[in-house]
């Protein structure tokens, strides 16, 4: 089967294609890219920001310049990649002076607006070895967004480019500036990476976690939503016991406030010190406030929506393997949620 997204698989310009035909083929590929943006930089944001520079290179050539290129799709992605890859040098940089832990840009709603491709939540395109690949499906999953930030820019670029988007190392070269052979060592590497990050019994691209249903840790959406929702209840019922219970021994607690808002400055380790800090916050913004969690997908999976009064606080991304809740991202920076105000 062939994957929407490889460029091979899109057809070329045609001599017969009306400058219309052309304006639309462009433009119906910011999906594409935004997606590509958002796997690259962790920032729906920052993604935009990158489309909109690829457009505007593009739409600052002359109409001749455009007609001598073959297949303009290939063209974008090359360009967006490479915007990409100038922005999270720049990144890192920021990332190394910002108060806290930084975390991705949550995205609300299903993965099929992730993927790029209706009804879908796995890649389409089938490596010759399945290790090859990371599915669609927790590319955009918190634990993989947080598990590229471990990664070099061309480590990043790399993974994404041919694990996700079925990108053959060839075009991949010519985004990162370096050779197809040098490219695949760094997947390979980003690869390891990505696995060493998962929980046990998740790794990327094993099928532990790549069916259309699954999730990190190989828990089902059912199963992950059953816990969110057990944690949602102890933590309006403030039951330390509870919470301790649902929790796997060695979890780990991440906040990001940006330095905009109180947040645990550093990730908080193990079950009992998580359902601690948990209790204790829930005690004090129930104490002077109505707070409301709200059950909703983050980045396609399930999550919570926490609301103090009617303003977004928090957006809670968790990650399950054995029936636990192993790791739970909060992310509080304001900048962050303004998608979430209307959700």
């Not at 944001?45 to 109409?63: G, I, K, L, P």
């Not at 994404?160 to 590497?189: K, M, N, Q, W």
């Not at 919470?243 to 193990?270: E, K, R, S």
């Not at 991304?317 to 920076?333: L, S």
């Amino acid at each position: 089967m062939t994957d929407a997204t490889d460029p091979a698989a899109r057809p070329a310009a045609t001599p017969a294609a009306t400058p219309a035909d052309s304006l639309d083929a462009i433009a119906g590929e910011r999906r594409h890219l935004l997606n590509l943006g958002y796997r690259l930089l962790g920032s729906l944001a920052e993604a935009e920001d990158a489309v909109q520079e690829t457009y505007a290179r593009w739409y600052a050539m002359s109409r001749q310049e455009q007609d001598a290129i073959a297949v303009p799709a290939a063209w974008l992605t090359r360009v967006a990649g490479r915007i990409c890859l100038d922005q999270l040098a720049s990144a890192r940089v920021r990332r190394e002076r910002y108060v806290g832990d930084w975390l991705p840009e949550p995205v609300p709603g299903p993965a099929e607006w992730l993927t790029g491709r209706p009804g879908s939540g796995v890649a389409s395109a089938e490596a010759a070895d399945p290790a090859d690949r990371v599915t669609l499906d927790e590319s955009v999953g918190m634990a993989f967004l947080v598990a590229l930030e471990a990664m070099t820019p061309a480590q990043r670029v790399a993974l994404i480019l041919h694990d996700v988007f079925a990108y053959p190392f060839t075009e991949v070269a010519e985004v990162t500036g370096r050779t197809p052979a040098a490219c695949r060592e760094l997947a390979s590497v980003a690869r390891r990476r990505a696995r060493a990050a998962c929980p046990p019994g998740a790794t990327p691209g094993s099928g532990g976690g790549s069916g259309a249903g699954a999730v990190a840790g190989g828990a089902s959406t059912a199963e992950q939503a059953a816990l969110v929702r057990d944690f949602q209840r102890v933590w309006h019922a403030q039951d330390l016991d509870g919470l301790i219970a649902l929790l796997d021994p060695d979890a780990v607690f991440t906040a990001d406030g940006g330095g905009v808002v109180q947040a645990a400055p550093h990730p908080i380790h193990g079950a009992a010190r998580i359902a601690g800090f948990v209790v204790e916050v829930a005690r004090h913004v129930t104490a002077t406030a109505v707070v409301t969690l709200h059950e909703r997908l983050v980045n396609g999976r399930p999550g919570l929506l926490v609301r103090i009064g009617d303003e977004t606080s928090a957006v809670y991304a968790f990650d399950v393997a054995a029936g636990r809740i192993t790791r739970i991202w909060a992310v509080r920076n304001p900048e962050k949620l303004r998608r979430w105000e209307t959700e």
